[in-house]
């Protein structure tokens, strides 16, 4: 039997996929938000790798503070221009200097911005469209201790704070998922007219489903309001198809809803973000760690994207509890819906969380008490092995929006 603060309970109230209404969203990957979180996510795994190539171990940072303000564009049929670029600034804390080695952090994570934006951004030139500067502070002596001496022991919490994560996702929540992916995947390689700023909103009313979808059209690849319309009508005829594969239920797509085709008042862009044009961004406004914003679901309000992936638990707890949820809803029967909620305590070891909670709803002829066991073996299994998620946030195994 563990000796670690388990609890294993009922939900209090009915399951998400069986409440009357249910809303859904994601910010996609070209959201001003989302821009800023990947971008803070990538410079934090470059500054980890660094740490451990040139030291040994993973050194205090963070960049999750990082801020974008908008630029101006002139889009038009065709092709348009930038008129003023989009300005992102990387900021947060970063060790520069261990035992007699120096480390270049904000050369690292210039490079890795640039790199993010040549790789996710194919219409985003990199110091024309987009100008980024990298302000980055010494880290905290204090906080570095909780490292640890050596890096290979269970860190010690940064903060007293906690995570939560839920599986499996409903209905809603996969197609709102899946719409956004696979238009930022395979239909925008074949559609390039598709830019990467698309968000997703899901609500279910019963069981009717609405999809609204703002999708930035890049304009050097529509030559027309009519090929524009086209353009729109593919995405429709896409998301319908895609969602009939998750649900059985009714749902109807709405594309570009503020579109006004008579004034000529279109989502028309000429690097695919609004960003480019009035939509400022940061970190951790945005979706939440498994990719979604879910206000029928418990949530944390903390920033995943930028933080350091060895012991803070804004990020930590987040991913933790996600993978909690999905491992037990895969390995033990009879459950409709789980919500895995982690508390940490400051300066404690974060594989003893000051509570971890699991509430369930079961499915018909199912008690808690049947399966309590099985779930707190596999949340007590996770707990010991919590340093993993470390390890795979740094290898890119792990996304955090």
Known sequence: MTDRNIRVEPVVGRAVEEQDVEIVERKGLGHPDSLCDGIAEHVSQSLAKAYIDRVGKVLHYNTDETQLVAGSAAPTFGGGEVIDPIYLLITGRATKAYEGTQIPAETIALRAAREYISEQFPFIDFGTDIVVDVKLGEGSGDLQEVFGEDGKQVPMSNDTSFGVGHAPLTETETIVLETERQLNGAYSDEN??????????GKREGDEIDVTVAVAIVDRFVSDLDEYDETITGIRTFVEDLAAGYTDREVTVHVNTADDYGEDSIYLTTIGTSAEQGDDGSVGRGNRANGLITPNRSMSMEATSGKNP??????????????IARTVVDEVDGIEEIRIRLLSQIGQPIDRPHVADAALVTEDGVEVSDIETEITAIIDEELSNVTSITERVINGELTTF
Not at 192 to 201: F, L, S, T
């Open 310 to 323: 060895v012991n803070h638990i804004g990020k930590i707890y987040n991913l933790l509890s996600t993978d």
């Open 192 to 201: 390039p007219a598709v830019g990467q700023d698309i968000k997703v909103m």
